[in-house]
């Protein structure tokens, strides 16, 4: 069964979830050492908020041994499409094209980023 976030996501639930997606189904220590943060969390508070995430219904638990292993139960797309479409109405008054036009000013955007999203475009035209 497919669920969905009843909230807004954390930004520790949206970083274990994008290790998730990444890595597939993981132990708490191994989404830990993925975890790429500055103050990296501990092993505690990551066991506890997966925890809270299999008790919303976020993420599947099965046990392996004495470790547990989780997976999402949320897609990405779906995820990240409303996460985007929150950003879009709160910091860029519901408009689309004021978040590409800031993105295009990003001057971190990158060469290869910029030939990607050109070919997007085009392929998006056609």
Excluded: C
């Excluded at 103050?39 to 041994?65: A, F, N, S, W």
Aim: glycine share 6%.
């Amino acid at each position: 069964m497919r669920r969905r976030a009843d909230r807004k996501l954390g930004d520790l639930e949206l970083l274990i979830l994008n290790v998730l997606w990444e890595r597939g189904p993981s132990t708490v220590r191994e989404v830990l050492e993925q975890l790429d943060v500055e103050p990296r969390p501990t092993y505690m508070t990551v066991l506890i908020m997966m925890r809270h995430m299999h008790e919303k219904g976020y993420l599947d638990r099965d046990e392996r041994g004495r470790a547990h292993v989780y997976r999402t139960r949320l897609q990405e797309r779906s995820v990240k499409r409303g996460l985007l479409r929150d950003l879009v109405s709160s910091a860029f008054r519901g408009s689309p094209e004021a978040l590409v036009v800031r993105l295009l000013d990003d001057p971190g955007l990158s060469d290869k980023e910029l030939s990607r999203i050109r070919k997007l475009i085009a392929k998006r035209k056609k």
